[in-house]
């Protein structure tokens, strides 16, 4: 079932509605070429977790749907295809706060992953290890029950998980939410790592511009349901707005926090 | 003293037999419990539906015993396949709640068709296992214990290990322990829900029908079944409601406890304390221990 095009995903004009009456998405398009990383940027409910879940069907069990437009996976139209369905043909959705399954070995938690393939035992162990070399922490970790693991390690069991489906495709919602930025890095650097050595292509939705964009190939922008803004990442990193608006940078050199308490004390002063 | 000690070994060793019979009847919701986190108040009603059915094959249609069991066994195989299909997957975004007054409803069904289908009287089941003290043990240890305790007692051993075996080392237990612990995340990684329901809700169907005939072969098939499901409540209470260790555990417990309370605390209450016993013995546990014995805890990181 693949196709040609250059492209693995190919969304148009989609609208989105939750219980029939809540717009979560409305007007959205966005391409994935193979083998590339894009990034889906916009603040909190800006629509980025629906519009993932919208791809990997997992939006019915959420009472949401599809309304207007369509999407297309590596020549396939989305429509009514369930998840299990979806991993059949190769795309992986790595939900949203990880999701471990904190009961399970971190072991068990990966090979859990390749529920929907036929492989025997020796294979399922070759394909660990291999995902091991990739995740090598979790390699020390891998009998401990997964709850009991750190946040970084959870998002790489999820992760892990997900790999173990062999997909050509994944769909990555907010995989740095709560970490420290120095594991922030080490995901990304995995996350680039699967995509070049394994030609997984990844559309990932983030709320951290910066490290997303300098990871992606591509960037989408959207707010409140809509695609405001797109472009290549170096272009989207080089823009004003964008660096105004969701890198904190303005025109005058980059503003923290500090700076603004000054800006506030002194206007405080000029009023007394 | 030697005779009372041995009175009280009897009385212990009869009332943990008999907890293995509320045991039986655990497992089954545990099963449940575990894929779906519903108490599923049918349990009852498939015990009581399963074992009606053995014997109206084996009575009404005379075929015999090994083959009605194995046909019973489908039948419920069959209960599970079209609950899954008309009952869970309509209730698939529902609530926990929703799906568990669904179970209440889904046991006046079982029962209603049970008895349409075989009648109301009661029925008496002959596994030729008596339910007398085994002449043999009477001799040698003076204690006297059913035979028919002792068939329950490895019946549940068996089951237990089959079932442990089953979750912890085939790739289906490995998908239902991932669905047990987030559904959504199981769903995500193409674990079919489906194909997970359809086995915990025949599981369940089989070992309902075990503990009936169980039951069954002690008080009679009958509609009574029904009730003496619940007794397996304070049993899970105790145990735990996800653990199948602790649902035989539970069970061991109650018998023993409520045999031993009603022989020597018994008479100041005017006997018959045994049918309320448990559930005084389980609301301590909801007060100092709610997740039971062996109840997995709530795991949270902070």
């Known amino acids: 079932m693949s196709n040609n095009s250059a492209n693995i995903l190919d969304i148009k004009n989609i609208e989105v509605m939750y219980d029939s009456v809540i717009l979560a998405l409305h007007d959205v398009s966005l391409k994935v070429p193979k083998g590339k990383v894009v990034a889906l940027l916009g603040a909190n409910g800006a629509g980025k977790s629906t519009t993932l879940k919208a791809v990997s069907t997992m939006l019915a069990s959420e009472r949401g749907k599809v309304t207007k437009g369509s999407i297309d996976y590596d020549g396939t139209l989305i429509d009514k295809q369930n998840p299990s369905q979806m991993v059949g043909l190769g795309m992986v959705q790595v939900l949203e706060g990880r999701r471990c399954f904190g009961h399970l070995t971190v072991e068990e938690n990966i090979i859990s992953g390749a529920y929907s393939r036929k492989l025997s035992k020796g294979d399922i162990n070759q394909e660990l290890e291999k995902i091991y070399t990739y995740f090598i922490r979790l390699k020390e970790r891998r009998k401990s029950q997964a709850a009991f693991t750190s946040g970084g390690e959870q998002q790489m069991i999820a992760v892990a998980r997900a790999m173990m489906a062999k997909p050509k495709m994944l769909l990555l919602d907010e995989p740095t939410m709560g970490l420290a930025p120095q594991l922030v890095a080490e995901i990304f650097k995995i996350v680039k790592e699967l995509n070049q050595k394994e030609g997984v292509s990844i559309l990932l939705a983030e709320q951290n511009t910066n490290v997303a964009l300098k990871n992606s190939d591509y960037g989408y922008i959207i707010e409140t349901g809509r695609v405001m803004l797109d472009g290549t990442a170096q272009s989207l990193l080089n823009n004003d707005q964008v660096k105004e608006l969701y890198l904190g940078i303005s025109k005058k050199g980059r503003k923290n926090f500090r700076d603004v308490l000054k800006e506030e004390s002194l206007t405080k002063k000029k009023i007394n | ?302």
């Open chain 2, 1 to 302: 003293m030697v005779n009372e000690l041995l009175f009280f070994m009897e009385v212990l060793v009869g009332g943990l037999l008999a907890g293995t019979m509320y045991s039986l009847v655990a497992l089954g919701f545990v099963l449940i419990f575990k894929a779906s986190a519903t108490f599923n108040f049918s349990q009852g009603a498939m015990v009581f539906f399963s074992v009606l059915a053995f014997c109206g094959f084996m009575q009404d249609f005379n075929i015999p015993f090994v083959l009605a069991f194995i046909l019973a066994a489908l039948l419920m195989v069959v209960v599970g396949l079209c609950t899954e299909r008309f009952v869970l997957r309509p209730l698939m975004n529902a609530s926990e709640d929703t799906v568990l007054m669904a179970t209440i409803g889904l046991g006046y069904v079982l029962e209603g068709l049970a008895q349409a289908a075989w009648g109301v009287e009661v029925r008496r089941l002959d596994l030729g296992i008596g339910d007398f003290p085994v002449p043999w043990i009477a001799d040698n240890l003076k204690l006297f214990i059913s035979a028919l305790d002792i068939t329950a007692g490895l019946v549940a051993t068996i089951m237990i290990i089959g079932l442990f075996l089953l979750f912890k080392y085939t790739k289906i237990g490995l998908g239902l322990r991932a669905v047990a612990d987030d559904a959504g995340a199981a769903s995500s990684i193409g674990i079919p829900l489906k194909h997970i329901m359809l086995l915990v809700w025949s599981a369940a169907g089989v070992v309902a029908l075990v503990a009936g005939c169980m039951w069954g072969a002690r008080a009679g098939v009958q509609f009574a079944l029904v009730d003496l499901a619940l007794k397996a409540l304070p049993v899970l209470i105790i145990g735990g409601f996800s653990s199948i260790p602790g649902a035989i555990i539970g069970g061991l417990i109650i018998g023993a406890v409520e045999k031993i309370l009603e022989v020597y605390i018994g008479p100041f209450f005017g006997g018959a304390i045994e049918g309320w016993a448990p559930y005084v013995l389980a609301i301590f546990f909801l007060l100092y221990r709610p997740e039971g014995l062996f109840g997995e805890k709530i795991i949270r990181r902070v």
